[in-house]
């Protein structure tokens, strides 16, 4: 069995990766989407207290690291200027869709509804930075959705609770960093041609 010690491999490497990220964005070659990153921030930090009633114990932290991480380049990111993407009307309307879906949780006392629309919430604020890496792939680095996937690979395999509340934050995470990662190399793998957003 997997130490559960490891993940803090993950969280070193995670840091790495959001340090190399800010390291972009001062560079001008990156550039976040706010409202992305913003509910990037929120959801995860809602999901690690989710995890933690439901007993997760070191495996969570790779959930708090994904909002974590965000805070820093919201705050980094402020000393830059023009740092920010344009927001634009579709990035606010699937902000907001965002923010009622994690509203939501409110409703309800399940964990597992509550853990879902937390992921929901976080997925309709990946959109925005989809569509901005789906154009314009140069403005994305791809080191901070690499460190994701591998801190919460790590997260799944030091799990020894598997129920849903558990594992679904980190399956989802993993999911939507692979997501990232293609769209900002889909031109390199040959999948440049297509109908644009």
């Known amino acids: 069995m997997i130490p559960e010690k490891i993940i803090f491999v993950g969280v070193l490497i995670n840091l790495i990766t959001y340090f190399l990220y800010i390291k972009s964005i001062f560079r001008g070659g990156t550039r976040p989407n706010l409202i992305s990153w913003f509910i990037w921030m929120l959801a995860p930090f ?20 994904v909002g974590f991480g965000p805070l820093l380049v919201i705050t980094f990111s402020l000393f830059k200027k023009n740092a920010f993407w344009k927001i634009r009307f579709f990035d606010v309307v699937c902000g907001i869709f965002s923010l009622l879906a994690l509203a939501l949780y409110l409703a309800t006392k399940n964990l597992v509804v509550s853990i879902v629309l937390v992921m929901l919430g976080d997925f309709l604020a990946y959109i925005p930075t989809f569509v901005k890496s789906w154009k314009y792939p140069e403005t994305e680095s791809s080191s901070i959705y690499f460190g994701g996937i591998i801190i919460n690979i790590l997260s799944l395999l030091i799990i020894k609770n598997w129920i849903f509340a558990i594992y679904s934050f980190p399956i989802y995470l993993i999911f939507g960093n692979s997501i990232e990662i293609f769209l900002i190399y889909r031109k390199k793998l040959g999948f440049a041609k297509g109908a644009d957003i």
């Not at 809602?46 to 690291?65: E, H, T, W």
Request: aromatic letters at 20%; zero cysteines.
């Open 46 to 65: 809602l999901g690690f207290f989710f995890q933690l009633k439901a007993g997760a114990g070191l495996s969570s932290l790779s959930v708090f690291m």
